[in-house]
């Protein structure tokens, strides 16, 4: 038991269901005190007397058992749908109506006698509807109608059999004993309404902290995600280092033992035999050269994959689209060059300032437009990628604004980025050669 009661899910259950039975003992006993109080008044031929102290003549006494039993059962039903129906506008609309509709004939055929049925559909509604521009206005007309229909309110617009009639045919001690039982049930179903919220706002309570500390999870899972990615992203360079060395090594270092012994020996036969020497360095230079194609292959793998199918400019045009397509943002580009050929280092240099420049604006700074114009003064390049998105007051470099600095810093040239309105980056290249 102990263990049943230690879940906050339990004891709201629990308080719901024993505010059910509250209720319907409470109905069943004024549906009894009203039946067999009119049925000693026939017996005992009182109706006269009992007529003249009412301001109006009460439903016959043995239908009120059956209204009572057949609105708490359709009552029940009604409330059971708010489990299955979807809380929409139409489906609130259709249960408060028909709710109230029932709960009001309930109490009528009780003569108002008790309205703590009125407390049970509340706490149903409450504990089951999520939304709250629905949940609000429903609990002010529950609310409202809860006070309407208490008993010394309702007696002065309709026409009510007292219950205090039904009690004057009564002992007075048997009448305090009557009253006393009704009050007992009327408190105890007002301690479970609030116990049952009570443990509504303690369970949500509940909740809201699950939510925060699964969301404090999730900020600490994509904290690591990020440092793995971090991590791998060196892992990667590291092993394009080792990979790039392994080939300079095999390339180059081979090219460059083979030289150093072939001018050694070329020294030595330039007094002895100028002419063998003469030979050997012609088939050092073929060497030389080969070695030298070796290495521009090698360095040729670093190119983007774009730029070795494609010129600059078409480049930059399949990427901006690219972009576009997988992200929604707009992209404007603005060329006010006749031409965009430049040397290969130069090259890619600006094709990976354009695509590191457009990542950052939709990563960092959510922009959904980006403005990239290139233009020339004197012989410098001049990129700019400004975009509108949030910004940042105190730029701190990341890697990838790290990276671009440092491949224009290669090229002799500069960065200057902005983040007051927006975030603006500034590159001037200078252009070795136009081909």
Request: glycine fraction near 4%; aromatic fraction near 10%.
């Amino acid at each position: 038991m102990k263990t049943y009661f230690s879940d906050i899910k339990n004891r709201l259950s629990f308080s719901y269901q024993s505010m059910v039975m509250i209720c319907f003992l409470q109905l069943a006993f004024l549906c009894a005190l009203i039946v067999f109080s009119s049925l000693h008044i026939l017996q005992h031929y009182q109706a006269a007397a009992f007529l003249k102290q009412v301001n109006v003549i009460p439903i016959a006494y043995y239908r009120v058992p059956f209204y009572t039993a057949g609105s708490f059962i359709l009552l029940m039903i009604l409330l059971r749908l708010r489990f299955v129906l979807n809380e929409t506008f139409r489906n609130t609309l259709f249960l408060l109506i028909a709710e109230l509709a029932v709960c009001y004939f309930m109490m009528w055929s009780l003569s108002f006698s008790t309205n703590d049925i009125l407390l049970l559909v509340i706490a149903n509604m409450v504990s089951l509807s999520k939304k709250r521009q629905y949940r609000g206005p429903s609990l002010v007309i529950y609310t409202f109608m809860y006070l309407l229909t208490n008993t010394n309110v309702i007696t002065n617009f309709i026409p009510v059999t007292a219950l205090d009639a039904y009690l004057g045919i009564y002992t007075s001690q048997a009448a305090s004993l009557i009253m006393g039982v009704k009050n007992i049930l009327t408190t105890l179903c007002i301690i479970c309404f609030i116990a049952n919220m009570l443990f509504l706002i303690q369970n949500q309570l509940d909740e809201s902290k699950k939510i925060q500390q699964l969301n404090e999870e999730l900020q600490n899972l994509n904290e690591d995600l990020k440092e793995y990615a971090n991590v791998r992203e060196k892992m990667g360079e590291t092993r394009e280092r080792n990979r790039l060395a392994r080939e300079i090594h095999d390339t180059l270092g081979h090219t460059l033992t083979g030289l150093s012994t072939g001018l050694e020996a070329c020294a030595a036969l330039v007094d002895i035999n100028p002419e063998l020497a003469k030979k050997q360095l012609t088939l050092l230079g073929n060497v030389a050269r080969d070695g030298l194609k070796d290495v521009r292959h090698s360095v040729n793998k670093l190119r983007p994959d774009a730029l070795q199918k494609k010129k600059l400019k078409e480049a930059l045009a399949t990427m901006i689209e690219e972009f576009h397509q997988s992200s929604g943002v707009q992209v404007h580009f603005a060329c006010h060059l006749s031409s965009l050929e430049f040397q290969q280092d130069e090259e890619d240099t600006i094709y990976r300032i354009v695509q590191e420049g457009m990542t950052n604006a939709l990563r960092h700074g959510k922009a959904t437009e980006i403005y990239i114009s290139f233009g020339m003064d004197q012989m410098n390049l001049v990129i700019i990628i400004e975009d509108n998105g949030i910004g940042c007051t105190q730029i701190v470099e990341g890697f990838g604004l790290h990276h671009m600095r440092e491949r224009v810093a290669l090229l002799q040239g500069t960065l200057r980025a902005y983040g007051t309105d927006g975030f603006v980056l500034i590159v001037e290249l200078p252009i070795r050669k136009e081909a």
